[in-house]
């Protein structure tokens, strides 16, 4: 049975015969005396030739790095890894991307952040907030709030982390933001293919937070989590990297923070693909909505490690959708086949999809919250 959310969509990407036809491949051709056979000859109109002509560059662009595929192979096949690496050979030996993703690299290579605003603005959504900047600080406070382009530009996402920010200052945490001197952390370069950019964008992060002595972060971006926590550790950033489910969580259940009752409401949970199946973080988001009186939780079909993908991931939040139905309207009708009042996510780019599915579907009484939401509102 396939998971695949690009395949089950309609798309040409089939994860399991990439790999398969790879090998076949090796087998017809190979002889014994290394893998020069696998030489990338320029198709007849030019375009060139994945692999000998034996995979095509829609295949390659389909994928949302979701993992599901590796998450389901009964052999540990690791998929994504493959297709990344592909995709960095169009980008950076055939310079063969979308004009979508060349305007998004410039963005990021210009003003560190996919939409290409000023990095002056990125403290904005801080105003009159009282939150310190780490270079007003004496001595670093426990936690540095890494906010991420989506949370500091995105007008939806900016409520997200002004609710995050207020709980926080509610439970008394200790935090700092690094406002203009944050970069995006070259999440979306690096699953793109584009591994240059990815290294200038980790690397400037790494300098300012080791430069700071930055020793713990929370995320409200499952890429920021996943790219600072899982990747930065290659270059020499070492951080211990919360996803603000968990602080959330850790907070309701110390009793940091109380909830009051609200409107009884149904709430089902979207899991992202980087804090789930990418970092098996499952429990927190549910305790969260446990949490909150007069709130009910309904799962969807497909949950957990089965979650299918909002569409965004592995770059594709900033390249168009061609082929097929379109998958964050496929996620989006598994949520509204719950019948539930509110849909709850983790995540900007989970955000961002789901929002643009709800309203096609027209179902305006269905809202869409970040956790953070959630909590700040029963507060």
Not at 142 to 168: H, M, N, P, W
Not at 238 to 257: C, D, F, P, Q, W
Not at 271 to 281: E, K, L, N, Q, T
Not at 340 to 361: N, S
Request: hydrophobic fraction near 35%.
């Amino acid at each position: 049975e396939h998971y695949c959310p690009a395949y089950n969509t309609g798309k040409a990407l089939n994860p399991m015969m990439i790999v398969h036809n790879i090998k076949e491949h090796l087998r017809e051709k190979g002889d014994g005396d290394g893998l020069h056979t696998l030489a990338w000859p320029d198709s007849a109109d030019g375009s060139p030739n994945l692999l000998g002509g034996i995979i095509t560059a829609e295949e390659l662009w389909a994928c949302t790095t979701c993992g599901a595929c590796v998450g389901n192979c009964p052999v540990f096949i690791e998929h994504v890894d493959t297709i990344v690496d592909m995709r960095r050979h169009l980008v950076l030996t055939e310079s063969e991307v979308a004009p979508e993703v060349v305007r998004t690299f410039r963005n990021i290579e210009d003003n560190g952040n996919p939409w290409g605003l000023s990095s002056s603005f990125r403290a904005d959504w801080a105003e009159g907030m009282d939150i310190p900047l780490l270079s007003e600080l004496d001595e670093v406070p426990e936690y540095l709030f890494f906010v991420g382009c989506a949370g500091s530009y995105d007008d939806r996402q900016k409520k997200v982390t002004q609710a995050f920010a207020r709980v926080l200052k509610a439970a008394d945490v200790s935090f700092a933001i690094l406002g203009g001197e944050e970069k995006c952390t070259g999440d979306p370069a690096r699953r793109i293919g584009n591994e240059y950019l990815y290294e200038i964008c980790a690397k400037a992060n790494v300098d300012t937070l080791n430069k700071y002595g930055v020793t713990k972060i929370i995320t409200t971006c499952p890429h920021c989590f996943h790219t600072i926590g899982k990747e930065y550790p290659q270059i020499h950033g070492n951080y211990e990297v919360l996803h603000h489910s968990e602080i959330l969580a850790e907070l309701l259940r110390t009793g940091r923070i109380t909830l009051k009752a609200g409107t009884a409401r149904k709430v089902t949970y979207h899991d992202s693909c980087y804090i789930g199946r990418w970092a098996g973080i499952y429990d927190p988001p549910r305790d969260i909505i446990d949490a909150i009186p007069n709130a009910t939780r309904e799962e969807m079909e497909l949950n957990k490690v089965q979650s299918f993908c909002c569409g965004a991931g592995g770059g594709r939040m900033w390249m168009e959708e061609e082929h097929g139905q379109r998958i964050n309207y496929a996620r989006t009708d598994q949520a509204l086949a719950t019948n539930a009042d509110v849909v709850a996510v983790g995540c900007p780019f989970c955000l961002t999809m789901l929002d643009d599915g709800v309203k096609h579907r027209g179902a305006d009484d269905v809202k869409l919250m970040d956790l953070a939401e959630l909590v700040d509102q029963s507060m």
